[in-house]
């Protein structure tokens, strides 16, 4: 058994012919070129890429498959030269019976199931081809088609304002899912604002494994937010194992932003264009009264909270702040290019290099705000309704702006 980083939450700008699939994802990230950053540049062994329910994406995914760049395994997953596992993921936005919006991930072991589901959605989904489509169905009807075509189910940023479980549409998943379909989710993800101890405020979530991704939209922001698994091989049937903790597979630990620096931490007033400063919950603007607030992750937690502090069951893993290097005052192309030459990976920068070695490569002070990126210990200014929140480097007056 071993550490394998996982980032299951990916998704696609275009497809190798250059037809749009996320509009608002860049142009660079195709499919190959996740997988080719995810083994070549950031260290990640396992990526979940969420836009593959596309047909002109499944083109590319058949395409690599006949070249034999890429093979099925019968474990499940897809390998990529050898070196990066690829879930096929889709992410959906469903609608519950209110109007209210959220989206989920569903994975399949391999294209057969996934096709399966494609089938299902043909009539639910307007435009297939492009990501986070809504379908005409609630949450609760999704999770059990996607296991009938063989797949599983994750709620995605599971509290972030808009489309998500926690975030707009219910105080429990409970109520989303019934008792049946709650014990059915193979993981909920937390998505950039939350961390799992802020999780673990609520109940309901004891029993579940939870997941930190990166949602990302292009190439450098793969693997802000990752997971580390423990696993003998990388497949989707290990993933499986170690989501519901079985046969000593785990998710040993979660790294991702501290959730202060997520876009929607704390309450947002756009009258004001302020973020509220004082204890959460806050539900309204204390300056103007405001009724179109953007609630914070934060204080939606305090509203919805069975505790006031995190209870953790005893099986939740770590959850480690990470800022992602390339976020770093000072390291630009051309210091990531050195440390990438001689560590090979972000995951070895990030986990592996001693602080000499680091400042043998990038110097004393670069290799003092990577140490201190690693572990999560830059100070910070909180985000909110949409700004990032901001890292500010100790000895510099460079502020770290987080708006990728
Ligand atoms: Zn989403
Ligand atoms: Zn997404």
Redesign the pocket.
Known sequence: MRKIYADL?I?IGRTSAGQPVKITAARDLTFENIAKECALRKGIELAGI?DCGSPAVMQDIDALIETGEMVELPTGGLRYRDATTILLGC?LETVEEDGSAS?HVSYFPAREQLKVFIGFLRRLVTNLDLS?QRCRLPARQLLRMARSAGGVFVP??AFTPHRSPYGNCVRRLHDMFGEAGLAQLAAVELGLSADSYLADRIAELAPLTLLSNS?AHSLPKIAREYNVLWLDQVSFQEVLFALRRERGRKVLANYGLDPRLGKYHRTFCPECETIAPTEPPVLSCPLCAAPNIVKGVLDRIAEIADYPEPRPPSHRPPYHYQVPLQFLPGIGAVTLGKLLNRFGTEMHVLHQATPDELQFVIGQKLAQLVIQARQGSLPLLAGGGGRYGRAVADDSETQLTMGW
């Open positions: 939450h998704h969420v992410e989206h986070s995605a940023h949602d």
